[in-house]
């Protein structure tokens, strides 16, 4: 099966911290995409010695307006020297890409347990802003977001996490390693998710984001023997080209 390809152009790009934008794309050819919350899509950025340079990005948000246009929205945090880094820090609204996917299986499942944890750091927290809606729809479990960054600065979206976490069954950890800050965790994610006593026989776990963290975090929880299938990951890993 061919993998879907999108033309896309950018409608908006802000600076929502130092060190990330927010870029919003709109829809061209075609005009709609069927995506679950959670997943990413690879950009096209061109060739370099015949060799396709992709890079890949989660969905943050999908929306559609009432004329039907499809705006599908990222973050992305800047990498000194590189490539896409340097492309989308610098594009103007208009430009003109090529996407494709969706692909990923950091899903929510159709049978979630009594607890998940929704562990991001950085730019890692994105797929689970897209999961926004569904969270708020799956009142059986109890979810934990737990976000990490180094200084409050560096976090964006708090208030959506924020607006969330005022439901019964979902809390917010906001975790800063570098400073202390009123209504934030002093420390890392792990350390949190330590604290929150994870349990195979009750709890399943997503990872995004930094693949250090998401392989301590994975080492951590298979000594508390949780199972290859009750840990989702997707690190965010460089591209080799
Ligand atoms: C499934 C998936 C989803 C992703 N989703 C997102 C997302 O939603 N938001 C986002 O910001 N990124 C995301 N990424 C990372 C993204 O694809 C790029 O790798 C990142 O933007 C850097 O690309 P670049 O072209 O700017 O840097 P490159 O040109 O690839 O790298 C330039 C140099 O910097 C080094 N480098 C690259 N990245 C880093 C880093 N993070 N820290 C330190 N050194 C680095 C490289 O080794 C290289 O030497 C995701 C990656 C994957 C695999």
Known sequence: MSIPSFQVHLESNEE???????????????KTITYKPGQFVSFMLGTE???????????????????????????????????????????EPGMEMEM????????????LPKRVFLVGTGTGVAPYRSMIEQIKSRTDTEF?????AQYLQDMFYLDDFKAVALLDHVHFHPCL?????????????QN?????????????????GNPNMVDEVFEMLK?????????????YVFSRF
């Open 192 to 208: 949190k998710l330590k604290e929150l006593e994870p349990n195979p026989e009750t709890d399943m776990a997503y990872l995004c």
């Open 100 to 111: 494709t996917g969706p692909f990923g299986l950091l899903c929510l499942t159709e049978e």
């Open 49 to 91: 010695d015949d060799r396709p340079i992709k890079r890949s990005y989660s969905i943050a948000n999908m929306e559609t307006n009432s004329d039907n246009s499809t705006y599908i929205e990222f973050v992305i945090s800047y990498v000194d020297g590189g490539k896409a880094s340097n492309l989308f820090f610098n594009a």
């Open 16 to 30: 929502i911290t130092p060190n990330v934008r927010k870029l919003v794309f709109r829809l061209d050819d075609p």
């Open 223 to 235: 000594e508390k023997e949780f199972g290859v299938k009750q840990v989702k990951r997707e690190k």
């Open 177 to 189: 390693s570098r400073e202390e800050k009123p209504g934030c965790v002093a420390g890392y994610v």
């Open 144 to 148: 934990h977001i737990l976000f990490g």
